[in-house]
């Protein structure tokens, strides 16, 4: 059986066994209306995701006996629909990525974003090179050829190697490299360097540690050319208007969900352990590096509250 046909059964008999319990909540409190931005599924198969979330949110109502979110028919939508659903009052909580919650600030509940354990104090990405090569900066990269980790995790990429350009002067990713891939398994994002088809890998290093550790070779003939600031890619936010009790409710049942079985199959599925939370303040290098990018490639920047 497959990860997603099991997921699949799963969803299907929760769904049954928790049907009556799905349309209690708690006395006064009304479940958050919840949607979750496509772009954290990126290297990750959609379904997959749609059927661990109904998974997750029927187990919630099981185990609690109270039904702490009610998902968008969807669950997962496209960025600008999910931009569009925040403004118009359609949803009280949102998964999205920290490029998405750029725009959505002056929306977003200040001291409560929902973060995976390993994303609390950040991520680093990494720009590998072969070891061997001449290329000692950024600069000597131009016409090479980069491949890109296609993961969640990376959905920043653009952003950090676009900044990292502008701040030694030279144009952006899509005129300064001859070639761009993305590849979804970290092997064929480094091995192409390490055999000399490519000239940089870009990924994050908790997955270039756990390569080298499988292959300590690579960490021999590759080596580290640049290194991003520590950054937190993807997030949980809440509008201001959700109530504390509600907001409370959702997030207890998030960092709870480890503590039962079909919960430790979820965050496995998500390659996480647990979830905390922290004020949007902990995100501000990562916000700082998109407003950047933003500023250099062009891009329409957000729309605040009272700008037409």
Not at 46 to 68: C, E, F, K, L, P
Not at 86 to 94: F, G, K, P, S
Request: glycine share 4%; net charge positive; hydrophobic share 45%.
């Amino acid at each position: 059986m497959t990860r997603r046909e099991s997921l699949t059964r799963m969803a299907a008999a929760l769904a049954v066994a928790c049907a009556p319990k799905l349309c209690r909540a708690v006395e006064g409190i009304r479940p958050l209306r919840l949607a979750i931005s496509v772009e954290t599924l990126a290297g990750a198969n959609v379904n997959d995701a749609r059927a661990a979330y109904m998974v997750w949110i029927r187990q919630v109502a099981s185990h609690y006996g109270i039904q702490t979110a009610a998902p968008v028919p969807e669950v997962f939508v496209p960025s600008e629909v999910l931009i569009r659903y925040v403004h118009q009052n359609a949803i009280d909580a949102y998964g999205i990525t920290a490029l998405e919650l750029a725009k959505l600030l002056d929306w977003t509940d200040p001291d409560s974003l929902v973060l995976q354990d390993y994303l609390i104090d950040g991520m680093e990405y990494l720009l590998l090179v072969h070891s061997n090569s001449h290329i000692n900066t950024i600069a000597d990269l131009r016409n090479g050829r980069i491949v890109s980790h296609l993961h969640r995790d990376m959905v920043l990429s653009p952003a950090w190697l676009g900044t990292l350009l502008a701040a030694n002067n030279l144009p952006q990713a899509d005129h300064f490299f001859a070639a761009q891939a993305l590849n979804d398994k970290v092997n064929q994002v480094v091995l192409p360097v390490f055999f000399r088809r490519a000239d940089a890998a870009c990924l994050a290093r908790r997955d270039w540690e756990m390569a080298t550790e499988l292959n300590p070779q690579l960490g021999r003939d590759l080596r580290v050319l640049a290194v991003s600031p520590k950054i937190i890619p993807i997030a949980m936010g809440f509008r201001r208007s959700t109530s504390a009790e509600a907001r409370k409710a959702l997030i207890d049942s998030i960092q709870k969900i480890s503590s039962f079985t079909a919960g430790q199959q979820i965050v496995a599925l998500y390659q996480s352990r647990a979830f905390g939370v922290r004020p949007i303040t902990a995100m501000k290098t990562t916000l700082d590096m998109v407003h950047q990018y933003e500023r250099v490639s062009g891009q329409q920047p957000a729309v605040r509250k009272g700008q037409s």
